[in-house]
């Protein structure tokens, strides 16, 4: 004889897809976390997941932790029902406009803008622009203009590399924000000197074919006097 205590209450997951449907919004309560998300009550017998990256269209969190804590309550939006294998998808930050389909108008690719250095890593930097937009210098992008590098603190000029509305990516550098017009001055310094060089070599040319000249007439004088 095989026995049950769970069949003594009704299933909550019989009518799950009519008590949660997909974009209905929920005020649950955070029960554990996991490194990619957060597990959460929407009501006895049914928990749901928030991934990690569904927590915040700007923030790069790197444990659960960091945005909440156990047994506090969070606002929810339901993303997925799979209803065979009693899983629910949720998400937190669904509950706001996406932010990046304006970051995309405003941050254009090769122009320059003021961000400030967060954090430094091997590969790179982490720099902050206003609203807390994070992006990414790589290493070789930060030197400045006098030689050294970056540093933690700093609020420089940056030039957008590549936008990723999709992958919510900015890569940026702040050496190509100086380093073209180095450039620029550096070949107008090296065209002003051949101009000069060029005057020079001209003007020693026209003293050279004068003082041929003096040469010659002043021959022609000592020959007309003997």
């Not at 095989?2 to 003594?8: E, F, P, R």
């Not at 937190?92 to 995309?104: A, C, F, I, S, T």
């Amino acid at each position: 004889m095989s026995l049950g205590v769970k069949q003594l209450t009704p299933d909550p997951w019989a009518d799950i897809q009519n008590n949660f449907p997909v974009g209905s919004e929920h005020k649950v309560k955070v029960r554990n976390f996991t490194n990619f998300g957060i597990f959460v009550e929407l009501t006895e017998g049914v928990d749901g997941l928030i991934h990690i990256s569904d927590l915040s269209w700007t923030k790069k969190i790197k444990h659960p932790a960091e945005f909440i804590k156990v047994n506090q309550e969070l606002n929810v939006r339901v993303l997925d029902i799979d209803k065979e294998n009693r899983k629910i998808s949720l998400g937190h930050k669904q509950l706001q406009e996406n932010p990046w389909d304006e970051y995309e108008r405003e941050f254009i690719v090769g122009q320059d803008y003021e961000g400030k250095v967060t954090e430094l890593y091997d590969k790179g930097a982490l720099i902050i622009f206003k609203e807390n937009i994070e992006a990414f210098s790589p290493k070789r992008h930060n030197k400045k203009e006098d030689g050294s590098n970056i540093l933690v603190g700093d609020t420089l000029m940056f030039k957008i590399l590549e936008f990723s509305k999709e992958n919510k990516k900015i890569l940026v550098s702040h050496k190509d924000t100086y380093e073209k017009d180095l450039l620029i001055k550096k070949n107008k310094d090296k065209k002003e000197r051949k101009k000069v060089l060029d005057k020079i070599e001209k003007d020693k040319k026209k003293s050279t074919l004068g003082d041929l000249e003096g040469l010659s007439n002043l021959k022609e004088n000592l020959k007309s006097k003997e």
